[in-house]
């Protein structure tokens, strides 16, 4: 299970972007982070960015996976959705569930989601 935003279990640092300039002025190789935004997920998929994506849909969770995202965050209960399609269609992409705190790690391990990432970070 990856866990992002633990004070114990280091991670690996990220850029929140909301549009291509904001992209274009991180460093290379940078994980870049954004919401769900067709026009930069196509940006990041055209220029081999490595990025993941917050989703609310199913269906914005299928292009993200479709064009290379590195993980896709969403709350628990799509979370939970999203994992099961991604097993059934072996993504590439792995989920993240949305947490507050470390008390729910427990309960996203039992539903066999790929991570967790803390709502503070995004």
Known sequence: MKIIGDS?????????????????????????????????????????????????????????????????????????KMQKIAENYMFDSKILAIIKSNDELEEIALDEIDGVIYKELI
């Open 8 to 80: 114990i279990v280091p991670f690996e640092e990220f850029f929140k972007v909301s549009n291509v300039e904001e992209i274009k002025n991180t460093k290379p190789n940078s994980l870049i982070f954004f919401e769900y935004n067709e026009e930069l997920l196509k940006y990041c998929y055209l220029n081999n960015l490595n990025y993941f994506v917050q989703i609310n849909s199913v269906k914005e969770g299928l292009y993200a996976n479709s064009l290379n995202a590195k993980y896709i965050v969403c709350k628990k209960t799509l979370a939970k």
